[in-house]
């Protein structure tokens, strides 16, 4: 991986508060990948460092999309492709992929690379580490407490940190 490279990319593109939450998601990545033995931390930074690339062009839940389109064309391997495609909460299924615009396909994170990185982007408003009762409290914000996200996100921080980091949550 040449992470010089990955910040010219990045640099090139996005405002400098974008950069740093790009970084600080990278970091935390990093972090949640050493719970693992089988992750290819390359794939993870590279991921990580370029998931929010789509911000670029649009702030909406297009940016992943976009974000995807745009290491294609840079050619960026699939697998990081991927990652920014899917990093948005704990993914998108179809259907509500559906509803909201997006073209009609699951975006929900598959590899263990993707997961991470979706959860490091969880676990990280703006520069800042937050716990998971701060992310399931903004996307009941957003969403309402009974959207079926809420689940999916919960779910993903077990497989990700595991069940004793809830901070009592339930």
Known sequence: MNTNLILENLDELLSDNIVEHCKTVSRKALQLSSNFD???VDLVEEGALLHDI???KTHSIFHGVVGAEILRKREFPIEVQRIAERHIGA???QLEAEALGLPAKDYIPI???EKIVAHA???VHGTEEVGINFVIKKWEKRLGSDHPSIPRILKLHEEIVGSSD???YY
Request: aromatic share 6%.
């Open 38 to 40: 089988n992750v290819d």
């Open 54 to 56: 789509g911000r670029s």
């Open 91 to 93: 993914g998108i299924p």
């Open 111 to 113: 590899t263990l690379e």
């Open 121 to 123: 982007d969880n676990l």
């Open 166 to 168: 809830f901070e009592n």
